[in-house]
């Protein structure tokens, strides 16, 4: 008896369908797999372990909402030269009559862990008598618990800073309202877990000057407050925002790349081995066998005909 591959690889094909199915889905998961690690091996991927980084942390300060009254405004000199870091922090502030001397006082307790970093900073308001409320303004400062950024039990206040690059000047407006975009120096300070251990984007490098400075402070908006018509109606609106930079998010290593891709082979190779296996099986076990069968009536038929 000799053994024909081709023939019984054709036979045994026509013959299982489902396993001819199964076959070719088991060769197209061996390829997805294999080109799968040649992407991971020579392609930067993001470690997904690590879900919080500067990008998740700006992108929520970016939703927050700020609100610059028009009566919380004062001037003050400052007689030494400061960097951006310490002066927000250390400089005895005047905020207004409604708020303290120093704004320190309002976050009593708050850790000493600061950092800052660039940021645009966009401005809006209703009117443009608001916008010259807080002209020449060159710092704007508000405390809020780090719940607002989306962190939870973040029962801690936080306080951060806005160091205008240039000092603020009167909106342009238009039919739609008044706005303007500025770029800032942001500095937060607040408790440590709130600071990611992760790619720092870079801090501020702001040119330092003996100048007059004049200070805002800010209200974040309510989370319970959705309508943004009416809530500042009467001041402008601040909103930082920050652009998703990859530069900031943790990339896997060389070294897990490659393990990570020896793995997927590893997978594709068993794959491979079933595929094998399953063809040899095709070759050698050929179609089914055909069995001749016989039906009652025939044997009836030749029954009746047969000579008495």
């Keep these: ?24 889905c088991i060769l197209l998961f061996a390829i997805a797999l294999i080109s799968l690690g040649a992407y991971i091996k020579r392609s930067e991927i993001p470690d997904y372990d690590i879900d ?3 990008n998740t942390l700006l992108q929520g300060f970016s939703k927050l909402e700020f609100c610059l009254s028009p009566n919380e405004t004062t001037a003050i000199d400052v ?31 708050l850790s000493l862990h600061n950092t800052s ?60 309202g008044c706005s303007d975009h500025l770029s800032a120096c942001l500095t937060i300070k607040g408790p440590q877990y709130i600071f990611p251990h992760t790619r720092h984007p870079g801090v501020c490098n702001v040119s330092d000057s003996t100048k007059q400075d ?27 925002n920050h652009q998703f930079d990859p530069r900031l998010t943790v990339m896997l290593s060389p070294a897990q790349r490659s393990l990570v891709n020896l793995h997927l082979m590893y ?16 070759l050698v076990k050929g179609p089914p066998a055909k069995h001749r069968t016989v039906t009652q009536s025939t044997i009836k038929e030749k029954k009746i005909s047969a000579p008495i």
């Design 1 to 24: 008896m000799t053994v024909k591959p081709i023939e019984n690889l054709k036979g045994f094909s026509a013959n299982r369908p489902p396993f001819v199915v199964f076959t070719i």
């Design 52 to 54: 919080y980084d500067w």
């Design 79 to 109: 007689l030494s030269t400061t960097t951006t870091t310490s002066l927000p922090l250390n400089s005895s502030l005047s905020p207004g009559t409604t708020t303290s001397s120093d704004p320190m006082e309002e976050v009593d307790g």
């Design 117 to 176: 970093l660039s940021i645009s900073l966009s401005l809006r308001a209703h009117h443009s008598i608001h916008t010259e409320m807080h002209y020449g303004t060159t710092h704007l400062f508000s405390t809020f618990t780090a719940s607002s950024l989306g962190i939870e039990d973040g029962s801690e206040q936080m306080y951060i800073t806005f160091d205008l690059l240039e000092p603020l000047k009167p909106l342009p407006c238009s039919e739609a």
């Design 214 to 240: 004049k200070v805002t402070k800010m209200h974040v908006k309510p989370s319970s407050n959705t309508d943004s018509v009416q809530w500042c109606k009467e001041g402008t609106v601040a909103k930082a």
């Design 267 to 282: 997978t594709s190779y068993f794959l491979f081995v079933m595929l094998v296996t399953c063809v040899c099986y095709a």
